[in-house]
């Protein structure tokens, strides 16, 4: 069973509680009555994340078998059969978009099109592409914020898909350098698109993200019109959260290169950003629900 899971990599589902977001920040975490709809669009979201993983992990089973610890997942290290593989992610698919037609909302399906689309371009064409490989993953995080709007049906705030969109590009740019750590020499031959890439751009790529993101995140708590007035005094040091988290991503990614950066195993595994992680939420919570 254990490796049917690494297989679908329901660790990574993590990433999919970005749907339950809009929930928080629209001010509906009270309305019980959207609980089911979200529900179901996170498992039809982690469930197609599954397929694309498997599909991806089919297709680069040879350069994963050259990685330190890709080469031990389940195809790398033949512990299933492709045939068996192909067969879990058609199922994954199916199972996908049957939720969908259950959730019931237009523009919801639509983003979840979009999303496989996105994603399928990404593992045949984009992700040998510099500069596009991490632009199509930061999309991909956006794409979830959007289907948590659309699935409880509340208009997205523009700040929400700024600071989303940044943040996964500031993540994404992080993991491509702590790769190029790792890698070292063979880094090229494990993800083509890391030949195109050098350590002092990715640092001004990474610096440069963190900015716009923290920015971004203090001009929403400060300003957004889409969250009472009187909140901006309280919901402005939860940056503190932000900025925190931001320098400790930065710090781990030349620190801890045996995780290549993958801010999943680091969520995982680093104590310090779980804390900070659950510190922003409750903090927020607290914010909106007893003063709001």
Known sequence: MQVYLKLLRVSSWVKNTLLFAPLVFSMNLLHVEYYGKLFAAFI????LSSCIYIINDIKDINADQLHPRKKHRPLPSKK???????????????????????????????????????????????KYINLLDCFSI??????????????????????IVVV???LA?????????SELILLDKSAGKHREVLSSYTKETLDIY????????????????????TIPEHLHSYLKYS?????????????????????????????????????TILGWIIFVVLIFYLHG
């Open 44 to 47: 039809c979201f982690s469930l």
């Open 80 to 126: 299933i059969s492709v045939g068996n593989a192909i067969l879990i992610a058609i199922l994954c698919f199916t199972i996908s978009f049957i939720l969908a037609a259950w959730v019931n909302q237009l523009y919801f399906i639509w983003v979840l099109i979009g999303y496989f689309t996105l994603n399928i371009a990404y593992i045949f064409k984009l």
């Open 138 to 159: 930061a999309t991909g995080f956006v794409l979830r914020v959007l289907a948590g709007c659309y699935a409880i049906e509340v208009v997205p705030s523009d700040w």
């Open 164 to 166: 989303t969109f940044f």
């Open 169 to 177: 590009l500031f993540l994404a740019f992080g993991k491509r350098k």
């Open 206 to 225: 990474i610096y440069i993200c963190a900015v716009i993101c923290i920015s971004s995140y203090l001009i929403y708590t400060l300003t957004s019109e």
């Open 239 to 275: 940056a503190v959260f932000v900025v925190f988290g931001i320098f400790r991503y930065i710090r781990l990614i030349h620190a801890k290169q045996e995780t290549d950066g993958d801010p999943t195993v680091m969520f995982y595994t680093d104590r310090a950003l779980q804390i």
